[in-house]
């Protein structure tokens, strides 16, 4: 099936407060002649997004960059042989996410897109997870522009990266803009955003639209603001659907931070949006023909990385195996560093944690406030895999604890939404994956539901909005748990749970178990029973 698309007439806009002539210092890339009219030009974009550190296979031999190499290069030859040319693209948040890359600042990973030929990518929220050197550190190693428009620096008011970026495809003249979610202050450390400002990606791309009419024949924006369906993005602030209904003029959105897996591209005012969920699970390829001003998009699809059960597996591609591999080494070896130590044992084993409430659990729920500044949290006793002994305690001891690699979330939620929630969880039965562990709670637990809930010492306040910190499994109603990950207040900080584990350890210790015994949860209910 074909879908056709046709460009609008330039929109005139309102200037912004943006340094406007810095957009013309961007250079073309040339790959051959001059524009024909009569010519059929053959237009391939693949793209990626939310990588977040996974440069390596998964321990299901799943995903990686030595597979994504070799599916890459074999779409690019069939390209190439029909007379086309191929764009790969990403959506960003290359950082954050596994420890072997997060300890070696993601330089395995941008040294891995560096090989797969990424022509650019957007900068994502999580590019701002470190420090400002080593954001440009990255970018220096990079063989591919950053862009963002809307980053704008304050210092001397022009963007921090570049805007966009020019390619001619044998006359074909495309441009590439970035964009990055203006909500990036509010999930970053404040330092590592210190001295920016994070502009409305869509008043900038507004401002833009008519130089890149002038300059380009097909316009792309690689954004990283996130897809949510019909524009309802809640109190996040506004994504690409906005953007496409708000911008006239541009062809494709290349999207993440969502990181939804759109298996089909969500045709928005004339604007395809595309996004291929995270780390590398898929590429997301669309197959466009540009012919007399019309643009066709002919063929889309998401490709999935050897996924479990896949019919046939993609090989590993040698040259990037050789190229990786050593950070896989060092990276393993990273993760046997201490961390700490503790006085007593952190209670974490299966016939414990799914029981009673334990230290380890209180160290853990705990450890996700003091990372959030959320009023209260609440961990699933199935996910705690393991104790931790007296004495050191290393990296690798919180990747035990912690194996899954889910990430932190937080969620706002009116003191009626609390009451419900927590109704549900107190209840959950022991001997479950499901019995849950709580810091910031007090409440009393009874057969026919909760009783006196206290949050952070005090009775709930009908005109408080209270923040929740939990992980991503739960959030998204693992274990039977509410699904809260539609509520307009949730976020997924992105920080892996080990990670947080570990930083809490460091900065707290040594580790007094005694400070963590369990208390302000009475259970009055007779222990049921559940399964698993």
Same mark, same amino acid.
């Given at each position: 099936?074909?879908?056709?698309?046709?460009?609008?007439?330039?929109?005139?806009?309102? &200037?912004?407060?943006? @340094?406007?002539?810095?957009?013309? %210092?961007?250079?073309?890339?040339?790959?051959? =002649? *001059?524009? $024909?009219?009569?010519?059929?030009?053959?237009?391939?974009?693949?793209?990626?997004?939310?990588?977040?550190?996974?440069?390596?296979?998964?321990?299901?031999?799943?995903?990686?960059?030595?597979?994504?190499?070799?599916?890459?290069?074999?779409?690019?030859?069939?390209?190439?042989?029909?007379?086309?040319?191929?764009?790969?693209?990403?959506?960003?948040?290359?950082?954050?996410?596994?420890?072997?890359?997060?300890?070696?600042?993601?330089?395995?990973?941008?040294?891995?897109?560096?090989?797969?030929?990424?022509?650019?990518?957007?900068?994502?929220?999580?590019?701002?997870?470190?420090?400002?050197?080593?954001?440009?550190?990255?970018?220096?190693?990079?063989?591919?522009?950053?862009?963002?428009?809307?980053?704008?620096?304050?210092?001397?008011?022009?963007?921090?990266? &570049?805007?966009?970026? @020019?390619?001619?495809?044998?006359? %074909?003249?495309?441009?590439?803009?970035?964009? =990055? *979610?203006? $909500?990036?202050?509010?999930?970053?450390?404040?330092?590592?955003?210190?001295?920016?400002?994070?502009?409305?990606?869509?008043?900038?791309?507004?401002?833009?639209?008519?130089?890149?009419?002038?300059?380009?024949?097909?316009?792309?924006?690689?954004?990283?603001?996130?897809?949510?369906?019909?524009?309802?993005?809640?109190?996040?602030?506004?994504?690409?659907?906005?953007?496409?209904?708000?911008?006239?003029?541009?062809?494709?959105?290349?999207?993440?931070?969502?990181?939804?897996?759109?298996?089909?591209?969500?045709?928005?005012?004339?604007?395809?949006?595309?996004?291929?969920?995270?780390?590398?699970?898929?590429?997301?390829?669309?197959?466009?023909?540009?012919?007399?001003?019309?643009?066709?998009?002919?063929?889309?699809?998401?490709?999935?990385?050897?996924?479990?059960?896949?019919?046939?597996?993609?090989?590993?591609?040698?040259?990037?195996?050789?190229?990786?591999?050593?950070?896989?080494?060092?990276?393993?070896?990273?993760?046997?560093?201490?961390?700490?130590?503790?006085?007593?044992?952190?209670?974490?084993?299966?016939?414990?944690?799914?029981?009673?409430?334990?230290?380890?659990?209180?160290?853990?729920?705990?450890?996700?406030?003091?990372?959030?500044?959320?009023?209260?949290?609440?961990?699933?006793?199935?996910?705690?895999?393991?104790?931790?002994?007296?004495?050191?305690?290393?990296?690798?001891?919180?990747?035990?604890?912690?194996?899954?690699?889910?990430?932190?979330?937080?969620?706002?939620?009116?003191?009626?939404?609390?009451?419900?929630?927590?109704?549900?969880?107190?209840?959950?039965?022991?001997?479950?994956?499901?019995?849950?562990?709580?810091?910031?709670?007090?409440?009393?637990?009874?057969?026919?539901?909760?009783?006196?809930?206290?949050?952070?010492?005090?009775?709930?306040?009908?005109?408080?909005?209270?923040?929740?910190?939990?992980?991503?499994?739960?959030?998204?109603?693992?274990?039977?748990?509410?699904?809260?990950?539609?509520?307009?207040?949730?976020?997924?900080?992105?920080?892996?749970?080990?990670?947080?584990?570990?930083?809490?350890?460091?900065?707290?210790?040594?580790?007094?178990?005694?400070?963590?015994?369990?208390?302000?949860?009475?259970?009055?209910?007779?222990?049921?029973?559940?399964?698993?």
């Amino acid at each position: 099936m074909a879908f056709k698309l046709s460009k609008p007439a330039p929109l005139t806009v309102a &200037a912004i407060a943006v @340094m406007v002539s810095a957009y013309s %210092l961007i250079p073309e890339k040339q790959t051959g =002649t *001059t524009f $024909d009219p009569d010519t059929t030009y053959q237009l391939t974009v693949l793209h990626t997004n939310d990588h977040h550190g996974r440069f390596w296979h998964d321990s299901k031999d799943q995903f990686g960059m030595a597979a994504r190499m070799t599916l890459i290069e074999e779409i690019r030859k069939e390209v190439s042989e029909e007379g086309g040319h191929v764009l790969l693209l990403s959506g960003g948040d290359i950082n954050t996410g596994v420890p072997e890359s997060d300890l070696q600042d993601a330089i395995p990973d941008f040294k891995g897109m560096n090989m797969l030929g990424y022509d650019a990518m957007a900068v994502g929220n999580h590019e701002f997870d470190n420090p400002r050197d080593i954001l440009m550190m990255q970018e220096e190693l990079a063989k591919f522009p950053f862009l963002s428009a809307n980053i704008i620096d304050q210092e001397s008011g022009e963007p921090l990266f &570049a805007p966009y970026t @020019m390619f001619n495809l044998d006359g %074909l003249r495309v441009a590439v803009m970035g964009l =990055t *979610t203006d $909500d990036t202050p509010k999930t970053s450390n404040p330092e590592n955003v210190q001295g920016l400002t994070f502009a409305s990606p869509i008043e900038v791309a507004r401002e833009i639209m008519p130089k890149l009419e002038e300059q380009a024949d097909v316009i792309i924006a690689s954004t990283h603001m996130g897809h949510y369906p019909n524009g309802n993005h809640g109190v996040k602030a506004p994504g690409d659907v906005t953007l496409a209904r708000t911008v006239n003029g541009i062809d494709l959105i290349v999207g993440g931070h969502s990181q939804d897996p759109l298996f089909e591209p969500d045709l928005q005012n004339d604007t395809w949006i595309v996004q291929a969920h995270e780390w590398g699970k898929y590429v997301g390829r669309a197959d466009f023909v540009y012919q007399q001003g019309d643009l066709e998009l002919i063929n889309y699809q998401l490709i999935p990385v050897n996924h479990k059960g896949s019919e046939t597996r993609i090989p590993y591609h040698e040259a990037m195996m050789r190229l990786l591999s050593p950070y896989q080494e060092a990276g393993a070896k990273l993760v046997d560093v201490k961390i700490g130590s503790v006085d007593q044992r952190l209670m974490g084993e299966r016939n414990e944690v799914r029981f009673q409430p334990t230290n380890l659990g209180t160290l853990l729920t705990r450890a996700f406030m003091d990372k959030t500044g959320a009023d209260f949290s609440v961990t699933n006793g199935g996910g705690i895999r393991a104790s931790i002994n007296a004495g050191e305690i290393t990296y690798k001891d919180a990747l035990i604890v912690f194996p899954f690699g889910y990430t932190l979330t937080t969620v706002e939620m009116s003191a009626q939404q609390v009451l419900d929630y927590l109704e549900v969880v107190g209840q959950m039965p022991a001997n479950s994956g499901a019995f849950a562990h709580f810091s910031g709670v007090e409440m009393v637990i009874t057969a026919s539901g909760i009783e006196h809930v206290r949050i952070g010492g005090k009775p709930l306040d009908r005109n408080k909005t209270y923040k929740m910190a939990t992980l991503s499994f739960s959030a998204r109603g693992g274990d039977r748990y509410p699904d809260v990950s539609s509520y307009p207040g949730f976020v997924d900080t992105g920080f892996l749970d080990a990670e947080v584990i570990r930083e809490y350890i460091e900065k707290n210790s040594p580790i007094n178990v005694a400070d963590y015994e369990p208390k302000g949860v009475e259970r009055q209910t007779s222990i049921s029973f559940g399964s698993g």
